[in-house]
């Protein structure tokens, strides 16, 4: 499995959409930074993922996602790839029975698969929109991401980059 956390929040997100001829489209902005953060965890040959919407991205919530991986799939055994987050190598950190930590090179967020995963939830579900609370955004995330979830041939297409595929032939 592949891990990662992604930002998501008030900040405006615009960009070019369709509209009649002789139309302008309007998009409200706006400039809140209030953020909420997921936590997921993709298998890209099968599709299976996992996530957590969690107010901070730090030591207890990395374990509290660790444990919800380990939770949702108990009698599995993962190689959990991530990069190095502050988190991610803490003191603190503790990783579950049935679950082994490696890292990714550093600087390499294009190894990532999970990356795919934001730039797909972004697109569909938070650009030109307008939030009226943090609430509304932890909804959109959570559909996003329970989209993922329902659909392992989606989480494939858009994880399963050549290399990996290679890998687990």
């Given at each position: 499995?592949?891990?990662?956390?992604?930002?998501?929040?008030?900040?405006?997100?615009?960009?070019?959409?369709?509209?009649?001829?002789?139309?302008?489209?309007?998009?409200?902005?706006q400039?809140?930074?209030?953020?909420?953060?997921?936590?997921?965890?993709?298998?890209p040959?099968?599709?299976r993922?996992v996530?957590?919407?969690?107010?901070?991205?730090?030591?207890?919530?990395?374990?509290?996602?660790?444990?919800?991986?380990?939770?949702t799939?108990?009698?599995?055994?993962?190689?959990?790839?991530?990069?190095?987050?502050?988190?991610?190598?803490?003191?603190g950190?503790?990783a579950?029975?049935?679950?082994?930590?490696?890292h990714?090179?550093?600087?390499?967020?294009?190894?990532?698969?999970?990356?795919q995963?934001?730039?797909?939830?972004?697109?569909?579900?938070?650009?030109?929109?307008?939030?009226?609370?943090?609430?509304?955004?932890?909804?959109?995330?959570?559909?996003?991401?329970?989209t993922?979830?329902?659909?392992?041939?989606l989480?494939?297409?858009?994880?399963?980059?050549?290399?990996?595929?290679?890998?687990?032939?």
């Amino acid at each position: 499995m592949f891990q990662d956390e992604g930002r998501f929040g008030r900040l405006s997100d615009g960009r070019a959409c369709w509209a009649p001829k002789g139309v302008r489209p309007e998009v409200r902005e706006q400039q809140v930074r209030e953020y909420v953060y997921a936590f997921s965890a993709v298998a890209p040959t099968d599709g299976r993922c996992v996530s957590l919407i969690l107010p901070r991205a730090d030591t207890h919530g990395m374990n509290l996602f660790l444990e919800c991986v380990a939770d949702t799939y108990p009698k599995d055994r993962f190689l959990m790839f991530m990069d190095k987050a502050g988190w991610h190598v803490a003191k603190g950190l503790k990783a579950p029975k049935n679950i082994v930590l490696d890292h990714l090179p550093p600087y390499s967020p294009q190894c990532n698969p999970v990356e795919q995963l934001w730039k797909w939830s972004r697109t569909n579900w938070f650009h030109n929109l307008y939030f009226k609370s943090l609430t509304e955004v932890e909804d959109a995330l959570e559909k996003a991401l329970l989209t993922l979830s329902a659909f392992p041939p989606l989480v494939q297409s858009l994880c399963g980059f050549p290399w990996i595929r290679a890998l687990s032939s």
